[in-house]
Nanobody, 119 residues
Framework: VQLVESGGGLVQPGGSLRLSCAAS????????MGWYRQAPGKQRELVAT???????NYADFVKGRFTISRDNAKNTVALQMNSLKPEDTAVYYC??????????????WGQGTQVAVSA
């Protein structure tokens, strides 16, 4: 299973970015998907998660600014980030709990995409 993120970049404070993540491989089912981030010198932290039924969970620091969504038919998850702040600067990682034809449910991670918020 491969998770490939896209959409990161440099944006000014108050701006928006949309991250996307596509899962590929011999996928039978994807359960929870999510976004995490890791800033320099800090631990990786949860940003948002979404179940296969569409239930969402957000970290307090992104509530009202970020929206997570997924397309089950395409095995993708997206993160719409609005009102970005400099403290949102981090590498953003996609993760997913995936069952394949050859293995039970396991957690997979993408390679990360850099988001930088700066004037």
């Amino acid at each position: 299973v491969q998770l490939v993120e896209s959409g990161g970049g440099l944006v000014q404070p108050g701006g928006s970015l949309r991250l996307s993540c596509a899962a590929s491989g011999r996928i039978v089912r994807i359960d929870d998907m999510g976004w995490y981030r890791q800033a320099p010198g800090k631990q990786r932290e949860l940003v948002a998660t979404i179940t296969s039924a569409g239930s969402t969970n957000y970290a307090d620091f992104v509530k009202g600014r970020f929206t997570i969504s997924r397309d089950n038919a395409k095995n993708t998850v997206a993160l719409q980030m609005n009102s970005l702040k400099p403290e949102d600067t981090a590498v953003y990682y996609c993760d997913a709990f995936v069952r394949t034809w050859a293995a039970p449910i396991a957690e997979y991670w993408g390679q990360g995409t850099q988001v930088a918020v700066s004037a």
